[in-house]
């Protein structure tokens, strides 16, 4: 779910502001009052029949979609989630990412959020829900359709610090305690500088896993990052290390590619190879934006090429795109390819 996604991320900014650790513990708790409540709509989920609710298969591969606020009306307008929760079902995915932390706002009514703030959720949000609790419509009418238990929580591309920060005068004098008083190098890409950083990051992520594991043990923690080369060169996100300790039990690969020779070379990456010895590994796959529509067929022939290369399953940015008026296809014609995909 996006929730426990964007919800981490503001941790991490907040914390690589003050760089330093000692209220550590209060930004975990932060993050564990935002984010405790996961990715939803389970896989291996029982789907039911149209005759009165008979269980007609088990679904074991990941089939999910990012539900976000940008670019998209679906947690604006009053009735789009049960309509969507409800399509979803339908046609057989069986995860569902909503966001709930995105541009400095909680996307459901938060007593922290309020404390630290000022509002207690996005005021567009609030403005056009009339206070409702949009997370808890979601979750109530996915009960309703597939009778779920919560999974995790995800986080994403930008749980990280972007290579070129880490000059501000508190990380300075961190680093300096760190080596005998030497100033950090200049060039933000030097990579002894780099490695500082990323082991901050790391060292985060352990303390961060572990108190989520302590106060819900049995949570999933899920990771939806770019390449492992892109995420450690750009945001000092060396996620192949975190798979490698045990910190995240998923990992959602973004591969937002248009051409099926690039997007399979993402597959075949020494860190996602390494990943797939260690823990369930599902991609990512653009079904769409505002300023790129994305044809079925490449969303077809992505499917393919994840389903034979016998990864997880998939999840796909983002709902609006799936069949809606974004896309170069009718919404019917849209939804008939993602019911013949699902029903193969």
Not at 2 to 27: Q, S
Not at 106 to 113: K, N
Not at 243 to 267: A, M, P, T
């Amino acid at each position: 779910m996006e929730l426990g996604k964007l919800a981490l991320i503001f941790l991490v900014r907040l914390k690589m502001k003050k760089t330093v650790f000692p209220w550590l513990n209060n930004l975990i708790c932060l993050g564990l009052a935002l984010t405790l409540i996961g990715f939803s709509l389970l896989p291996g989920m029982l789907f039911p029949s149209n005759a009165g609710g008979a269980v007609s298969k088990i679904i074991t591969e990941r089939r999910g979609v990012w539900l976000t606020n940008v670019s998209s009306s679906v947690l604006f307008i009053p009735g789009s989630i049960n309509r969507v929760i409800k399509q979803l079902a339908q046609l057989q995915f069986n995860t569902v990412y909503p966001v709930v932390w995105n541009r400095g706002h909680t996307f459901y009514p938060s007593e922290l959020a309020q404390v630290i703030t000022g509002k207690k959720q996005d005021p567009l949000l609030n403005f056009m829900g009339g206070g409702t609790d949009i997370l808890s419509t979601i979750i109530q009418e996915s009960h309703v359709v597939l009778n779920y238990d919560i999974e995790g929580i995800q986080i994403d591309d930008h749980f990280g610090l972007p290579v070129e920060l880490g000059y501000d005068p508190l990380t300075v004098n961190l680093y300096k305690s760190e080596h005998g008083g030497k100033i950090p190098p200049q060039d933000p890409h030097n990579p002894q500088w780099m490695a500082w950083r990323a082991a901050k990051l790391t060292k985060f992520m352990v303390e961060l896993a572990n108190a989520i594991k302590t106060a819900k043990p049995g949570i999933k923690i899920s990771l939806s990052p770019n390449s492992h080369r892109f995420s450690y060169q750009n945001y000092l996100q060396d996620w192949k290390n975190w798979v490698k300790q045990g910190l995240i039990d998923e990992l959602v690969l973004q591969v937002y590619r248009n051409d099926s020779d690039s997007f399979k070379r993402e597959l075949e990456r020494t860190a996602v190879k390494f990943a797939r010895q260690k823990i369930p590994v599902s991609v990512g796959i653009l079904s769409g934006t505002l300023h790129k529509p994305i044809n079925i067929k490449t969303i077809q022939q992505q499917v393919k090429i994840v389903r034979d290369c016998r990864f997880n399953g998939f999840s796909f940015f983002y709902w609006e795109s799936l069949w809606g008026y974004l896309s170069p296809e009718s919404p019917y014609q849209r939804r008939q390819v993602f019911r013949d995909l699902f029903d193969s």
